[in-house]
């Protein structure tokens, strides 16, 4: 099972961005997913999580401007970027929770110039 990260690049502060992971392999059941994030010389933090069922969490630091989704059939989750702030630059990292067991996408880096 992999989970490859889609979607990153350089915004304007204000503007908007939508971030995509894909999970692949041999996939019988998918739990949580989640998207985290890690600026320079800071810890890895959470964005945001989103259960099977559709219910999503936020970061308070995100929370009015990102948007978590998941498409069950494909084996996705989506992080829309919106109003998006210097502070969001990172590189973004999607996580799941797949046939029981965690797994970590490759990490896709967002710039956002002020």
């Known amino acids: 099972v992999q989970l490859q990260a889609f979607g990153g690049g350089l915004v304007q502060a204000g503007g908007s961005l939508t971030l995509s992971c894909a999970a692949s392999?041999?996939?019988?059941?998918?739990?949580?997913m989640a998207w985290y994030r890690q600026a320079a010389g800071k810890q890895r933090e959470l964005v945001a999580t989103?259960?099977?069922?559709?219910?999503?969490d936020y970061a308070d630091s995100v929370k009015g401007r990102f948007t978590i989704s998941r498409d069950n059939a494909k084996n996705t989750v989506y992080l829309q970027m919106n109003s998006l702030k210097s502070e969001d630059t990172a590189v973004y990292y999607c996580?799941?929770?797949?046939?029981?067991?965690?797994?970590w996408g490759q990490g896709t880096e967002v710039t956002v110039s002020s």
């Open positions: 392999g041999n996939i019988f059941s998918t739990n949580a």
């Open positions: 989103i259960t099977t069922g559709g219910r999503a």
């Open positions: 996580y799941g929770v797949i046939n029981r067991y965690s797994y």
